[in-house]
Structures are given as structure tokens and as C-alpha cells.
């Protein structure tokens, strides 16, 4: 297989509520990979209007999620942050991939059947094709890697076999036109650490989401100390003590989820935080939890709202963001252009 430049590329949809499981299953990490590699994050926001998106609350919400990046300690000048429907390639892209996917692959897609519900007939065109649209994101800048959460892995799996197929069908005009075996890398999902998979504070079984009616089933990024407080001692929990092993988590998901957010907030494994509170009773965890949760998360919902108060500026890193992008998405379009026959001046 052709050697490709390590890239990262992620994305968060601008659908409100961002919360602890956006933050410890992708953005935290999207942080931490800045130092190893070059990065692109971005605010997809075409993937938001999937699903219906009031106009005026879209673009606060675009804003609040650059906010959270570069909040959370994203660098916009090292990196590159934009939001998607400044690039036309996304769209351009994707338009290919609808052509190379078969419809029996996005059939199986568990979030389309989830997110569609029972009145599949009158979810959007755009929701059944999203997972090609998330392929495009990432193919466009030939990214290697990609941090996400457990409930993208089925997406990129997609992501992969889009790939593959792009590389196979038109293996022929790809040696062709110079770019010898493979245009597009397969991409290696990064699915890490103890918070891939946050679930709901009122249910283990659930995970945590933006959607879920209830605000105490989650953490949100924007949420004051008080409230954080308030959540994490409502969590649902069991009545046993915390177990010293990790063994003992396995029938009990809410212990099991509140073990994890704690590990994944203080860089640590699960194995550790029992080491420390294993036979504590819930109260002395939930507590040692509070202030774990509020001095990690009361800085990053600080440094949001003063970066949202001066929306001019969030604006102006996402135009050269999109700048930047541009030129990359650029160059690819014009050889997947070049590689499907289409004719364009030059
Ligand atoms: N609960 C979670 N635990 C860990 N990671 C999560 N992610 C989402 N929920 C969790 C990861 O966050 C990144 C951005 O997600 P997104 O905004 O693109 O999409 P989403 O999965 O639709 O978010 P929600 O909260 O789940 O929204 P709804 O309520 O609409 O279903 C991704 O990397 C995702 O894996």
C-alpha cells in the first residue's frame, strides 16, 4: 500500500449541547494529538442540517463549538480549524462517494436507523447520506487518522470501504495519472482511552447525547460549577461500595461510567482510580468526582463564554481556517477530477 503523510482529521456537529462525552471522546484528544501531528478539526456543520437546525441558533452554535476547541487548547495557527460548508469540496467529494457506496452500505448504518426512528420515509435524503459526506471530510485532506467516540467506528468502517473501492475501481486512471497505487489512505480509526463511550448520568445503558431531553442525563461544556455539582450527585449509581478491581464494574454501568469519566478528566486508567477509591461509598466518590470535573471544566467553560463574546474574532479563525483547508481540498479535487474523467480548465 502507497505511503501517505500522517494527518489527522475529526469533526464535531454544531447541534448545541455539547457535552462531557464530546469533550473526553473527541476534543480532549483532538488536544492532545497536536504536538504529534498535524491536525485539521473541524465544525461540520453541513452534517448538522441532517436533522433540522433553526438558522439563527446554527451559526451561535458553530461558534460555540470553535469555542470549545480553542478553549479546550486547540492551536488554530499550528493547526487548522474551520467549519465545513466554507469548503466547497466537502459537498464536491461527497457527490463522488454517493456514486462509489452502494445503498446496501448505508442501509446497515446503525445511526441512520437510529436517528431516522420509525417515520424512516420522512428523514432527509441528507441523513441516509451522511456517512458518505463524513468520508469526503476526511478523504479530502487524505487523512491518516481519525479521533473519534465508539459511535463513529460503523462510519469509518465506511470510510474505509469508500476507500478502497475509489482505489480499486479506478486503479487504472489513478497509475495513470501519477499517483501510483492508491489515492486515498485507509484510514485508521483512533478509538482510545477510558471515555470512548460516555454514557447517560441517569442511565448506563444509554449513551450520553445532546438530544436526550432530560439536561441532567448529561454534563454540558457550558455548565457552571454549581450545576456540574448537581448532576454528578443525582447520577444514578447503585447501592454497593466502589470494587478494588475492575472485574467488579463489569454488571454495573453506572459505576462503571463514573469510574471512567474520572479516569479519562485526570489522564489516568480505571485500574488506578480504584486503586485509590475502590471500597469508598458513593457519596465520597461522587465528591472527590465534583472537584475532579469542576477543576478541569470550570476553565474551559470560562475561557467559551469570553471567546463567545467577541464573535467577530471566532469568524476570522474560521475564514483563514477555511483558507488553509481550501488549498488542500483544492488539490485533491482536482485529482480525483482528473482520475474520474471529468474535464476542468487548468
Ligand atoms: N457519549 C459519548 N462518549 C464519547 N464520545 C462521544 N461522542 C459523541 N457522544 C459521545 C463523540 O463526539 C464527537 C462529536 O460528535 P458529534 O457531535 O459529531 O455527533 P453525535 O455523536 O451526534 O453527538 P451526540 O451527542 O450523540 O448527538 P445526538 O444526541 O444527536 O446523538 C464524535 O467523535 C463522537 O464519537
Not at 459511535?151 to 495519472?177: M, P, W, Y
Not at 467553560?301 to 479563525?317: F, N, T
Request: aromatic share 8%.
Amino acid at each position: 500500500m502507497a505511503q501517505f503523510k500522517e494527518l489527522v482529521f475529526s469533526g464535531v456537529q454544531p447541534t448545541g449541547n455539547l457535552h462531557l462525552g464530546n469533550y473526553l471522546g473527541a476534543i480532549k484528544r483532538f488536544v492532545s494529538m497536536q504536538d504529534t501531528h498535524d491536525c485539521i478539526y473541524c465544525v461540520v456543520d453541513m452534517h448538522a442540517i441532517t436533522v433540522w437546525q433553526d438558522p439563527k441558533e446554527l451559526a451561535r452554535q458553530i461558534r460555540e463549538v470553535t469555542a470549545a476547541f480553542l478553549a479546550a487548547g486547540i492551536d488554530p495557527k499550528k493547526h487548522i480549524v474551520f467549519n465545513q460548508s466554507q469548503v466547497s469540496g466537502h459537498a464536491e467529494l461527497a457527490w463522488v462517494f454517493n456514486c462509489v457506496a452502494r445503498m446496501g452500505w448505508a442501509s446497515r448504518m446503525t445511526q441512520f436507523k437510529e436517528k431516522a426512528g420509525k417515520d424512516r420515509e420522512n428523514a432527509s435524503v441528507g441523513l441516509f447520506a451522511y456517512p458518505m459526506l463524513m468520508a469526503a471530510d476526511i478523504l479530502l485532506y487524505r487523512a491518516t487518522h481519525v479521533p473519534v467516540g465508539e459511535d463513529q467506528k460503523q462510519h469509518l468502517e465506511l470510510t474505509r470501504d469508500v476507500a478502497q473501492k475509489f482505489n480499486n475501481d479506478f486503479s487504472a486512471s489513478i497509475a495513470e495519472h501519477g499517483f501510483g497505487e492508491a489515492f486515498f489512505p485507509i484510514t485508521e480509526p483512533l478509538i482510545h482511552g477510558p471515555a470512548t463511550r460516555v454514557m447517560s448520568l441517569r442511565d448506563g445503558a444509554k449513551k450520553m447525547s445532546k438530544s436526550d431531553p432530560s439536561d441532567y442525563s448529561r454534563i454540558n461544556l457550558t455548565d457552571d460549577a454549581d450545576t456540574i455539582a448537581q448532576k454528578i450527585r443525582k447520577a444514578k449509581t447503585d447501592p454497593e461500595p466502589l470494587p478494588s478491581e475492575v472485574e467488579g464494574l463489569k454488571a454495573r454501568p453506572e459505576a462503571d461510567n463514573l469510574v471512567a469519566i474520572y479516569a479519562a478528566l485526570m489522564d489516568v486508567t480505571p485500574e488506578a482510580v480504584l486503586a485509590e477509591h475502590g471500597g469508598s461509598q458513593f457519596s465520597g466518590f461522587k465528591t472527590a468526582l465534583v472537584d475532579v470535573a469542576v477543576s478541569k471544566l470550570a476553565p474551559v467553560a470560562g475561557e467559551m463564554r469570553r471567546l463567545m463574546a467577541d464573535p467577530a474574532h471566532i469568524d476570522a479563525v474560521l475564514v483563514d481556517g477555511a483558507d488553509r483547508a481550501r488549498g488542500i481540498a483544492t488539490e485533491t479535487m482536482n485529482a480525483v477530477k482528473d482520475i474520474v474523467g471529468f474535464v476542468r480548465a487548468r
